[in-house]
């Protein structure tokens, strides 16, 4: 009997965790007041769950990993409270992510969401208006709870309840993270990632890619998307695309996404680049491709050189001379 009022009082939670160290301290917090705490953390292409796969292991935190790719993707393309500096739009993201954190918790039969999010530590999504604004918006507003910066913030239901001890909750704001790091060492946390975002969004050259292929291509795919990570990208006067890669990594990882339909490009005769057109381009693309394989080689730019191009289920060679690195600075996005 005693048992089975232990199950029935035992409070469940559900924790955003990001991997990083206020997601950390607050669910190290969580735990010290028995609280059961099911970790969370998302997916697309834009972030990973491999740095809070890492901590979670590390403070024995149960760790839920899920794909939010298809509603983010679709919010992303028309975010209702805009972009950041560049294609991040944190205000909707994070709605989305505690949206779908409530739902779990409801499936779960869970008590409560909460996050490590600290007031005022980032300058769009971490403002009080921002983090009442998000809280609102996903539905869940009276269940999701701040445990580093509770006491600043209006008193939620499962401290209201009881569930949740507010006196063991914190007032930290700001960008400084001297109370974490102390916090940190008392509870013998030594190995904790920079607190550098992990999110592909934030970067502007990605960017700029990912501004382009939705202008140009609004329907794209994932395939589309995961090929911004890697190379040059060109956009030909005539409006297509064209991958040039760097490195032996961006050659293999061009390969390895490369679709039958494509047009693939390396030199025939010398070390080059991989070079990709989606969808196959049209002829002149594919002369500008050609072009851009000699540029990147190591063959002399003047010379004519044979290329290989893989187009569909046939293999032409083609003879090109460089592209001017003006012209190419021109198409680069």
Avoid: W
Avoid at 210 to 226: G, K, T, V
Avoid at 238 to 266: F, H, P, W, Y
């Amino acid at each position: 009997m005693g048992r089975q009022s232990d199950e029935i009082l035992k409070i469940k939670s559900i924790a955003l965790f990001s991997g990083g160290l206020d997601s950390i301290l607050a669910a190290k917090i969580m735990m010290g007041m028995g609280i059961e705490v099911e970790g969370v953390v998302f997916e697309t292409p834009f972030f990973s769950a491999q740095k809070a796969t890492m901590a979670a292991r590390a403070i024995g935190l149960p760790l839920t990993v899920i794909d939010l790719t298809a509603p983010h993707l679709l919010m992303l393309k028309a975010p209702r409270y805009g972009y950041g500096k560049n294609m991040n739009p944190c205000i909707d993201c994070h709605t989305l992510m505690l949206q779908t954190a409530g739902a779990r918790m409801e499936a779960t039969g869970a008590d409560f969401v909460f996050t490590g999010e600290v007031l005022g530590q980032r300058p769009m999504s971490q403002t009080k208006q921002s983090i009442n604004t998000v809280a609102k918006n996903s539905g869940y507003g009276d269940v999701i709870l701040r445990p580093l910066s509770a006491q600043l913030l209006p008193e939620t239901k499962p401290e209201r309840e009881g569930k949740v001890d507010r006196s063991r909750l914190l007032a930290i704001q700001g960008r400084g993270r001297k109370i974490q790091m102390d916090m940190a060492r008392n509870y013998g946390i030594t190995d904790y990632p920079p607190p550098a975002g992990g999110c592909l969004l934030t970067d502007p050259n990605f960017s700029r890619r990912l501004r382009d292929l939705f202008d140009h291509q609004p329907d794209c795919r994932i395939r589309d998307i995961e090929l911004l990570k890697f190379g040059r990208h060109f956009r030909t006067p005539e409006g297509c695309k064209v991958i040039v890669g760097r490195d032996q990594n961006d050659n293999e990882a061009i390969l390895r996404l490369s679709e039958e339909t494509d047009a693939v490009l390396q030199m025939a005769d010398c070390a080059g680049p991989t070079i990709l057109v989606p969808a196959g381009g049209d002829d002149q693309s594919r002369s500008i491709a050609a072009a851009l394989c000699v540029l990147y080689s190591s063959a002399p730019p003047e010379q004519a050189r044979r290329i290989v191009c893989r187009d569909g289920r046939r293999d032409l060679i083609v003879n090109a001379k460089a592209l001017s690195r003006q012209e190419a600075e021109r198409m680069l996005l």
